[in-house]
């Protein structure tokens, strides 16, 4: 794609707003007069495909920062989360169909009176972007090395290099023990095998649509998404399979498909993390190249979601 440096654009100022608008539509003025669009904050897509580069978004003369590049993107709604207002906004924006988006991580910009989430996320369904409404010129795919060379937004200009260097990280991924956590909470699961670890599934599908903090692996950014695989044995097997998650059903040894799942995985490049607490399955997940997690790690970030489990 090649794009002109922006000269001021001519423009008749906005067209006239049609219909209600959400209370999230509104300026937020900061201490020193500075303004931000969105009474309960701002979220944006960058949306990375791997062989066309970035979404960007150029602005119109009459929008705020007009004339300059940046990400589909806009107020949240009252309530919504950061991540759901970065996918609302780039489908009403750019056209960007539900689905065709993996999560990757946020960035928070936190000003304290306002705040900016960025959504990253890989394209897993290619799409054309489309002009969904009067604030863009155009929506480009922009190869990686050019976007610089763009006359950026400027929040957009100062977040570029962080998001750039995060998304070149290896995503990471974690293996879990179902067998190994669900046994280590007392709560009777013996007797219903293929419910309790139905109920262990369901949970960590949720938590894979919400993310992780980013503290939790260790991440210096805001939520981070990995990969999740699960791994079943004996009656376990027959567990329900939720959405969101990879379920690994072990034919014989538990550990052994644990250690596959690791080892393919940690050959793709990625950072691998296993949860157990399983002495011999620890020595050899470690052998391939993954790290340990407690079963507590993620039993504590369930609870923190749902309840206690």
């Known amino acids: 794609m090649t794009a002109e440096p922006s000269a001021p654009l001519e423009s008749a100022g906005p067209p006239p707003h049609v219909g209600p608008r959400d209370p999230g539509d509104a300026w937020v003025y900061g201490p020193d007069g500075s303004k931000f669009w969105g009474a309960f904050g701002a979220a944006g897509l960058l949306a990375i495909d791997p062989a066309r580069g970035v979404l960007l978004q150029h602005r119109v003369a009459w929008s705020h920062h007009g004339g300059t590049w940046g ?3 806009g107020a949240r709604h009252a309530g919504e989360s950061a991540v759901h207002g970065a996918l609302r906004e780039s489908h009403e924006e750019a056209g960007v169909p539900a689905g065709a988006i993996r999560p990757l991580f946020t960035h928070l910009l936190d000003l304290e009176f306002w705040s900016y989430t960025t959504l990253v996320g890989e394209v897993t369904a290619p799409f054309d972007p489309t002009i969904g409404d009067a604030e863009s ?11 610089s060379s763009l006359p ?3 929040g957009f200009e100062a977040a570029w290099p962080l998001l750039l260097h995060a998304a070149e990280r290896p995503h990471p991924a974690v293996v879990v023990d179902v067998a190994n956590v669900v046994g280590s909470v007392p709560n009777g699961w013996w007797r219903d095998r293929v419910g309790a670890a139905s109920r262990l599934l369901e949970r960590l599908g949720a938590l894979a649509a919400d993310g992780m903090p ?5 991440r ?4 981070w998404f990995p990969d999740w695989v699960a791994v079943l044995e004996g009656q376990a097997r027959a567990a329900r399979t939720p959405a ?3 379920v690994v059903r072990a034919e014989a040894s538990g550990d052994d498909a644990i250690v596959e ?10 950072e691998v993390a296993v ?14 190249g993954a790290t340990r997690l407690p079963p507590r790690w993620v039993l504590d970030r369930l609870a923190q979601t749902s309840g206690p489990v």
Do not use: K, M, N, Y
């Open 71 to 73: 990400l589909p993107g």
């Open 137 to 147: 010129l155009s929506f480009e795919w922009v190869p990686i090395p050019d976007v």
């Open 152 to 154: 950026l937004h400027p």
């Open 214 to 218: 980013a503290a939790a692996l260790e």
């Open 220 to 223: 210096p950014w805001h939520t």
């Open 244 to 246: 969101g998650i990879e």
């Open 261 to 270: 799942a690791a080892q393919r995985l940690t050959a793709q490049g990625r």
């Open 275 to 288: 949860i157990t607490s399983d002495r011999g399955l620890i020595a050899r997940v470690s052998a391939v």
